[in-house]
């Protein structure tokens, strides 16, 4: 069944005095487009966590949000970067030296410049935040396909009606085009009797063969057999499991074509007026197709 590439979901996991909060809001897309949002302390499990989107999500673009609370006495360490402090004392030294600057080197200079302090990356500690952090991304990711497919099961009953409504016109342009030989027969009678105002008597066998000629450009017989193919393979590829939208995108190309083709090569007033209807349809069918995985 189809997906819908919009959706909302989220999801929270608590493993001890660790909790994790996943956020993932998914919009349309040409192609997969993952853009996290994580602590310093994930940064090590980015390719995970990506990992774990590629295997559910085929198409969409997907803004993921971490969060990572650690209420234990370690998640609240800080740490001292030594060498970086001592390399901001030597700076500070020389251009005190260079300037002939007077004031003394304090800690809150040190402070100032950022990174001095820090807390402590708990890289030691992936062997705990790592399985907090997937069981939660496949909670949030369960809760993401929920809503992905209920949504795309809306439309692909929608599809379903259009589908129906197209396949009845097809039915109508081949019921009208049934009989072009005799209408191109009878009109080119029409036709050259108005011209010659019957002073010049009519050969049969010619206009049959001409009107024979205009029939033979008109058929669309090859047109619908490819439109009908194009419907059923459109119902199929919407009730298969693997990602449709690329696919019916081109099927529905190719349904344009086809109606394009046949609008074209027949002259007749009701046709078109059934041909316009269903690209109607079609252009409808399109914007939905935008949202579908």
């Excluded at 956020?23 to 602590?39: A, G, V």
């Excluded at 599809?159 to 039915?171: E, T, W």
């Excluded at 009208?176 to 209408?183: E, I, S």
């Excluded at 050969?203 to 669309?220: G, H, K, M, N, V």
Aim: one cysteine or more; aromatic letters at 6%; a negative charge.
């Amino acid at each position: 069944m189809i997906k819908s590439m919009t959706a909302f979901a989220a999801a929270e996991n608590t493993v001890d005095e660790l909790t994790v909060k996943i956020e993932i809001r998914s919009y349309n897309s040409r192609h997969l487009d993952i853009f996290l949002r994580i602590p310093p302390v994930c940064q090590p499990l980015e390719d995970k966590i990506k990992g774990l989107i590629t295997d559910r999500v085929a198409r969409g673009r997907l803004e993921t949000r971490v969060l990572v609370d650690d209420s234990s006495d370690e998640g609240s360490a800080l740490e001292i970067d030594l060498p970086k402090a001592k390399s901001l004392v030597s700076a500070f030294k020389e251009l005190k030296s260079q300037f002939d600057f007077k004031d003394d080197i304090t800690l809150g200079m040190l402070t100032g410049v950022g990174g001095i302090i820090k807390t402590v990356e708990q890289l030691q500690k992936e062997d705990i935040i790592w399985p907090a952090v997937k069981n939660c991304m496949i909670g949030a990711l369960d809760d993401l396909e929920t809503m992905r497919q209920k949504e795309g099961d809306f439309i692909a009953k929608d599809f379903g009606q259009r589908l129906n409504f197209i396949h009845a016109c097809l039915k109508q342009i081949q019921k009208k085009c049934g009989g072009l030989l005799t209408q191109y027969q009878q009109r080119l009678m029409e036709r050259v009797s108005s011209l010659t105002k019957d002073i010049v008597e009519l050969d049969p066998a010619r206009i049959a063969q001409e009107a024979a000629f205009l029939a033979d450009r008109s058929d669309i017989s090859e047109e619908i057999v490819r439109a009908e193919s194009h419907l059923n393979q459109f119902n199929e590829i919407i009730n298969a499991a693997e990602p449709a939208g690329r696919k019916l995108n081109f099927l529905l190309q190719e349904l344009n074509r086809e109606f394009n083709t046949m609008g074209s090569k027949i002259g007749n007033a009701e046709v078109a007026h059934i041909v316009i209807e269903v690209k109607s349809e079609l252009e409808k069918i399109r914007e939905q197709i935008q949202n579908v995985e």
